[in-house]
């Protein structure tokens, strides 16, 4: 990015596209309101005034179609899986997911039980996982954080299209829907991760990750 | 327990326990419908439903509830071989859920129950989970 330094029209800066989208969609993550169970409880929390997840331009949003982030927080059960699966690909793209809690990261306590997926990476791709029962508002907010990283690095024009996200092997006992023609990818057909700069991250990691600014 | 409950018991020829917490009567699977509506009828109040797997059969427990706030239960067994028992949706309103809650863990089929589904699994689901001859799978990772 260059500052245009001319004295008779002052104003201009130069930079690429790709880095303004990452810019803008780094500093406005707007997470769809969507509280599967406990770990949501925590989500509130991060979002009210003593932890503010304002100032980070992280909103709330409670239409899908406005979102382009979805924190998973808590167990998805095989009834809420459909559900959930629907909201996500009712989101804007490109869009992000964070896995929350132990629940949400494998299972956690109910890991065996016959209702509940052992973690939502079984029907999202997930990009951050938050350790914790339930992780404490910080760790969200840290988490948070290391998506904004993961965003600013990440590039998101061309083929970084994601369509219907389709789990490597749809399962029959809770089947998922498909939504339409553009979505109706082959049944089983494997998602492919698009290439970014650095791998997802999770946070409690080594102190080098740990984002530089605004701590 | 008032006198009238105790006499709705004794004319459907129900087993009064006394000696636990609670007062519990076991009935036959025949007499369970009518024993209820008649208890509803002394003014015994619906608190829950729900199943005990006994290995042999599957006991249906009724949590009532009578006038002077004494809660008592109502049982009945159902065998193996016919898991299938008069719905009381037509008595307790509130026991059409409970009932699809019993269905849906214990696979117990209650006749006359308006929507006689699984309440809390998928509709695709084809477990009991809370019977004892239920084995969850094995892990695969």
Avoid at chain 1, 3 to 20: H, S, Y
Avoid at chain 2, 51 to 74: C, H, K, M, W, Y
Avoid at chain 2, 130 to 137: P, Y
């Amino acid at each position: 990015m260059g500052v245009v330094d001319d004295a008779e029209q002052p104003g201009f800066i130069t930079t690429t596209l790709d880095k303004l989208l990452r810019w803008g969609r780094s500093r406005s993550m707007w997470p769809v309101n969507a509280g599967i169970a406990c770990c949501s409880l925590e989500m509130m929390t991060t979002g009210a005034a003593r932890y503010d997840f304002d100032r980070f331009g992280i909103m709330f949003r409670s239409s899908p179609r406005q979102a382009d982030v979805m924190i998973v927080p808590g167990p998805i059960t095989k009834k809420m899986a459909p559900i959930v699966q629907r909201v996500y690909n009712q989101m804007a793209e490109p869009r992000w997911v964070i896995a929350m809690g132990s629940c949400a990261i494998s299972g956690g306590t109910f890991v065996d039980s016959y209702n509940v997926l052992p973690g939502a990476e079984t029907i999202l791709p997930v990009d951050i996982y938050i350790p914790g029962c339930p992780p404490r508002p910080e760790a969200l907010l840290y988490g948070c954080l290391q998506l904004k990283k993961l965003i600013s690095e990440t590039s998101t024009i061309g083929s970084s299209r994601k369509p219907m996200y389709v789990p490597p092997v749809l399962p029959e006992e809770w089947p998922l829907e498909l939504l339409g023609e553009y979505d109706a990818l082959e049944a089983g057909a494997v998602w492919v991760q698009p290439e970014r700069d650095s791998p997802p991250v999770t946070p409690l990691g080594d102190a080098e990750s740990a984002p530089e600014d605004e701590l | 327990m008032t006198p009238e409950v105790r006499a709705v018991l004794a004319r459907h020829g129900a087993v009064l326990d006394e000696s636990g917490f609670d007062p519990r009567a076991d009935v036959a699977r025949d007499a369970w419908r009518a024993c209820a509506a008649d208890l509803h009828a002394t003014g015994a109040r619906f608190f829950d439903i729900t199943a005990i797997d006994r290995g042999e059969a599957v006991e249906l427990v009724l949590v009532l509830v009578d006038t002077p706030s004494t809660q008592f239960t109502l049982r009945t067994s159902c065998p193996n071989e016919s898991l299938r028992a008069e719905s009381l949706a037509g008595v307790f309103p509130p026991a059409e859920w409970g009932e699809r809650e019993v269905f849906d863990l214990f696979g117990v089929v209650f006749e006359g129950n308006p929507d006689m589904t699984r309440i809390l699994q998928p509709d695709s689901s084809t477990i009991h989970p809370l019977r004892r001859s239920f084995e969850l799978e094995e892990r695969t990772w």
